[in-house]
């Protein structure tokens, strides 16, 4: 019994010690393909407007985890803060700082010798530049060849630095209002697709957890109706698809299907720009759901129309084909289906992490190399 226990406890070892070996095989490849891998024990200073659970600050958050995988230094600051302790705020920060990331006051000299000595100092959405004259000052010139303005919104400021942009179409809005507004050419602009990360992927991909979102979301889900965003006109739409199915008389399943939002209201002045990329749009392809979308704006980059979804004017020109389209996914559950699985596959091939981790590894290389040939001229 001896031998066999001791026999047993050998085989225990030794797999435990293959075990290991693979696991160390893996994340060695792992680092080896990573992308960013260049960053290791680099400073980089990162500031948001605000730290909430909206697109801008949680994008900036996953590019901060990614570049603490491979062993750099990030701090972050918020540049404007409630007056008030706030829950969601608290709970974000310990996150990060759980994570590694450090988190400063985004006033003071600490963080001026923070942005001096930091090999790039990453700016997210347009408001969050106003941070450099405000707290910076003097040392603005000596901080601007190791910007990057990471934008994600067409409005706001004229960029006057290099940007990361997350379209195509909104690269060229800031480009014709820089060239309008300053008379000058914008300064170089990178096109960075946006990725989805790898814990939304193993969800979407889960069957468990997909039928227990499906099970607990309606089919129009609106937290707040916003006259700019345009879910009023999505409301509207949503309205005639159903007076147009009782009208008919039509048999319609269980129906989950994503409407996105663009701002596209008459009364506003961002009439006509679309959402700037709207990664809620292949998060919903990820969950192989068939996207409704404004033919406008970055959508038309991410949603191939009649393929893995389909797209209608913005304004009130779009209010009843969005409703038709509404009609055709609810009465066709095949067309749905076959949607909703090119959309992921789409996903899969030019929408993940590891997809936007390369996109952003290029810009970060270029801005290190400008920064470089600044300091040694």
Known sequence: MVKQNNAWMGMQTKRKSRDAEIHSEDRLRSVAANPLQFMKSKLVLLVSHELSLSGGPLLLMELAF?????????????????????????????????????????????????????????????????????????????????????????????????????????????????????RIEMPKTHVVHLGNSKELMEVAEDSVSRRVLREHHASANCTGVSRGKGQDLFLRSFYESLQMIQDKKLQVPSMHALAVGSDMNAQTKTLRRGECFGRITIEAMAFQLPVLGTAAGGTTEIVVDGTTGFLHPVGKEGVSPLAKNIVKLATHVERRLTMGKKGYELVKDRFLEHHMAHRIALVLKDVLENAKSHANS
């Open 66 to 182: 990614l570049l603490r995988g491979v062993g750099a230094e990030v701090v972050w600051i918020t540049n404007q803060k409630p007056a008030e302790p706030d829950e969601v705020m608290y709970s974000l920060e310990h996150k990060m700082l759980d994570r590694g990331v450090q988190v400063y006051n985004a006033k003071g000299q600490k963080v001026i010798d923070t942005a001096l000595e930091a090999d790039l100092v990453i700016l997210n959405t347009a408001v969050a530049g106003k941070w450099l004259d405000a707290v910076l000052k003097e040392n603005v010139p000596r901080i601007l060849p190791k910007v990057l303005w990471w934008i994600h919104e067409m409005r706001g400021i004229i960029l006057k630095w290099s940007a990361m942009i997350d379209s195509h179409t909104t690269a060229e809005y800031w480009k014709n209002r820089t060239q309008e507004r300053l």
